[in-house]
């Protein structure tokens, strides 16, 4: 059975320790909400995204993961 590209998201509520800490939130989201069956899942592509705020200095305010399954 084909699935659907999921896409995860995580918004940070205050300074993160690293920036893993936000991808990791991210990939969390996506993997809940695949609705995939259990198993292992070979050659799922795994994109980041973050939505970036320019200033002085700038931050990630958003951060973002797809998962797209057998690529």
Do not use: C
């Amino acid at each position: 059975m084909a699935h659907d590209p999921v896409t995860g998201k995580h918004v940070p509520q205050g300074p993160l320790h690293s920036h893993w800490d936000g991808w990791n939130a991210a990939v969390a989201d996506a993997l809940a909400q695949t609705g995939w069956d259990p198993a292992t899942y070979d050659g799922v592509k795994v994109e980041f995204f973050a939505k970036v705020k320019v200033v002085n200095p700038g931050s990630i305010v958003e951060y973002a993961v797809r998962l797209t399954p057998g690529f």
